[in-house]
């Protein structure tokens, strides 16, 4: 279930954070079956913006790392977000996989990045852990102030 942006923005306030306004017909939608979407790409362009890497580190042999991107689907009217994981018993980043799906509402990138995963991590099928991240290991497109603003949102105390 999509929070409404009026619940987005009502969780913002109560957070205390500054994420920006959800605009009129942006809503995240799952990729359930990202296959028999003919416009969502097999994997991301190589254009795709890397929004940032971030860890949970459950105990020393139990952690995830998990890269975030966002890019546009092949027909440039919806932004793409995925998912790769690291996977630490061969040592190498597992492929990409599309979470969620958005229109394009004229959203910048960064404005893009924010909003998806404030919507997509507060929903429990998309989001990649029931515990808030340890650490930025690798900011991109959101910094940690930004990712921050997202943490209030999803995992609020």
């Known amino acids: 279930m999509e929070p409404e942006s009026t619940d987005l923005a009502e969780a913002d306030r109560q957070a205390g954070c500054a994420l920006p306004p959800v605009p009129d017909g942006f809503v995240v939608t799952p990729c359930a079956n990202p296959k028999a979407d003919p416009h969502l790409p097999a994997k991301p362009p190589r254009g795709a913006h890397h929004v940032a890497t971030v860890e949970w580190n459950w105990s020393p042999v139990s952690s995830l790392i998990l890269s975030v991107l966002l890019s546009l689907d ?49 929903d429990p099928d998309m989001r990649p852990s029931s515990e808030v991240f340890q650490m930025v290991s690798d900011p991109g497109l959101l910094d940690e102030n930004e990712l921050e603003d997202v943490e209030k949102v999803v995992w609020p105390r």
């Not at 977000?81 to 599309?98: G, K, N, S, V």
């Not at 394009?104 to 919507?119: E, K, V, Y």
């Open 74 to 122: 092949s027909t440039q009217r919806r932004w793409v977000l995925w998912h790769q994981t690291y996977d630490d018993e061969t040592w190498t980043w597992d492929p990409p996989r599309p979470v969620a799906t958005a229109p394009r509402c004229g959203l910048d990138p960064r404005t893009a990045a924010l909003l998806m995963l404030s919507q997509a991590w507060t």
